[in-house]
């Protein structure tokens, strides 16, 4: 058994976008697609796949979870209110959103993202990198920015993770 076999994501809290601690808890049984997102990146039309993901497979136990982040290229330079006045006139998001936290190393990483990257082995690169989740809270994939949320290698990663029982 390895180190990330341990991880279980499901542990840790985060505060949504208007600031409320949130456990992660709560998605245990379902299956999560951890983002994190900007509004000023190349990558930020992604938003609407990420929607149309979340509404495809909500009802079979997909959740969406954003996690906005100015770690690369400062590209979220906003308040929690400029976020979430963007994502919904611009994109409709409807997906949970949190605050904006650390994705990189360091003393003011997001505890979530130091576990995903124990569970991955690997941290994004650039905004809108993908990890998902499966039911139990481990870390199934890590998907680079690159990877359209409509592209067959997630869907068909979604898919297999929602067929599994919990």
């Known amino acids: 058994m390895t180190e990330s076999d341990n991880v279980d994501l499901y542990t840790a809290e985060a505060k949504t976008l208007e600031g409320q601690p949130v456990p992660l808890a ?3 049984g379902r299956v999560t697609l951890i983002v994190n997102v900007a509004s000023e990146c190349g ?5 609407a796949g990420l929607q149309q993901l979340h509404e495809r497979y909500e009802a079979r ?7 906005p982040s100015n770690d690369f290229g ?5 308040s929690a209110e ?7 006139s611009k994109y409709h998001v409807k997906f949970p959103m949190f605050e904006k936290v650390q994705t990189k190393e360091g003393a ?3 505890p979530v993202y130091a576990l995903l990257r124990q569970g991955a082995g690997t941290l994004p690169k650039w905004n809108f990198g993908k990890y998902l989740v499966g039911r139990s809270g481990k870390v199934i994939k890590f998907f680079p920015s690159d990877t ?5 290698e997630l869907t068909t990663a979604i898919e297999a ?6």
């Open 26 to 28: 709560q998605y245990r």
């Open 43 to 47: 990558f930020t039309p992604q938003y």
């Open 61 to 67: 136990g997909l959740t969406v979870l954003g996690f």
């Open 74 to 78: 400062r590209q979220e330079p906003g």
């Open 82 to 88: 400029d976020i979430r006045a963007f994502c919904s």
């Open 108 to 110: 003011d990483q997001s």
């Open 148 to 152: 359209k949320p409509e592209s067959a």
């Open 161 to 166: 993770a929602l067929a599994e029982s919990a």
